[in-house]
């Protein structure tokens, strides 16, 4: 029994194994950097829902919310620079016709997908901690670079 279950394991690690060299390696490098930022969001996105469960002050939550915005932004630039590198590139072009490249970036934006969906408590608790604090001006000036850096996040959507 546990003979045929190692056969079947190393069969299936076999077959996803080939899957993976059926992508062009420059078509896997491009997919591969326009992954890093995105990296870098998601690693924006836990740090905050860290730090916000540390939060015990006003300074706190300013430091936690301002690192969130430096990150967030720092995707969005390499995520536009992604975009303006290989807007012409006809490697990209040819992407949208192989269907490997696009099982391979379907199958990223749907684990994306659930990655941010799985993220909305996180910003929500950040909205209500802001909303709860007093309307100083350092809690202003960060509900405004929240609501600008999200605005940012979701021109990359149009």
Partial sequence: MNWKFAVFLGSALFVLNLA???LDPEKQAIIDRYKQPFAVYLSAINDLGSALDAV?????LIKAADKFCDQANKFVDEFNANKERFADSQIVKSMGED???KKTMADYMESLKSKLVDAR???DH???SLSRHSDSREINRVRDRV??????IQLLYM
């Avoid at 015990?56 to 706190?60: A, I, K, L, M």
Wanted: charged fraction near 15%.
């Fill in 20 to 22: 993976a060299f059926g």
């Fill in 56 to 60: 015990t002050t006003e300074s706190d």
């Fill in 99 to 101: 269907p490997d490249s």
């Fill in 121 to 123: 408590p996180i910003f």
């Fill in 126 to 128: 950040l909205i209500s």
């Fill in 147 to 152: 609501a600008a850096t999200f605005q940012r």
